[in-house]
């Protein structure tokens, strides 16, 4: 059975049917409403920054990443469901394929940018969806901005999107301790598409460490 799993655990391609209005609903269902109520009453969430969503949807959401508190989170800001990808070892637990697939993610290999993946993110470009990413690729110390991948600049450039830093702040600690701290999401001005991957990184990198307060750190060489 194990390695059933794993056998479907593949980077996948989503069709334009796959994000349909039954998932947003129930997207929405999970994100807007049981989500939020935990996140404004629990953890008193603060959103700022709301009027920078642009109204189509041709940009990539691209917030950093702290907790695994943090998608669900997201998909309750923004008012478009979001569809995030995912590393493809969660998709060989069958119900959290289930549960994935339903909240509209898709499979992806982290160590390699498929043609399948720019396939959906061009696919959610013609529904009323939003693709989602987060640019570290995994979670982070809270307090500075580490481990940032390439790819998401890249699928932009590819799909020509713009890309609309999101700064998370509190998750780490809310996730652990509830009421305590609080959850605060800044969502800044986008970037416009361009073909230069490296000037999208450094513009995306400036705007989280502006929107968070977190400091970057260099990699080491």
Request: with cysteine; aromatic share 12%; hydrophobic share 40%.
């Amino acid at each position: 059975m194990q390695e059933s799993n794993r056998k479907r655990a593949k980077a996948t391609s989503r069709e334009e049917e796959f994000f349909n209005k039954w998932r947003g609903c129930f997207q929405f269902i999970i994100t807007h409403i049981f989500y939020m109520i935990r996140l404004k009453l629990v953890y008193r969430l603060e959103v700022q920054g709301k009027e920078n969503i642009p109204a189509e949807n041709n940009y990539i959401i691209a917030p950093n990443h702290l907790s695994t508190l943090d998608p669900p989170l997201i998909s309750a800001v923004f008012p478009r469901p979001v569809a995030f990808m995912a590393k493809k070892e969660l998709f060989e637990n069958p119900f959290m394929r289930w549960w994935l697939n339903w909240l509209g993610a898709f499979a992806v290999d982290r160590e390699n940018l498929s043609v399948s993946t720019i396939r959906t993110v061009l696919t959610i470009r013609k529904t009323d969806w939003v693709f989602g990413i987060f640019p570290q690729g995994r979670r982070e110390v809270p307090g500075t901005i580490s481990g940032i991948t390439k790819g998401f600049a890249s699928l932009a450039k590819t799909t020509k999107c713009g890309i609309l830093p999101v700064g998370i702040v509190g998750t780490e600690v809310a996730r652990r301790i509830p009421f305590s701290g609080k959850i605060i999401v800044k969502i800044g001005e986008l970037i416009p598409y361009s073909d230069n991957v490296e000037e999208m990184l450094q513009s995306w990198t400036k705007a989280i460490q502006e929107l968070t307060g977190f400091k970057y750190e260099v990699p080491a060489v």
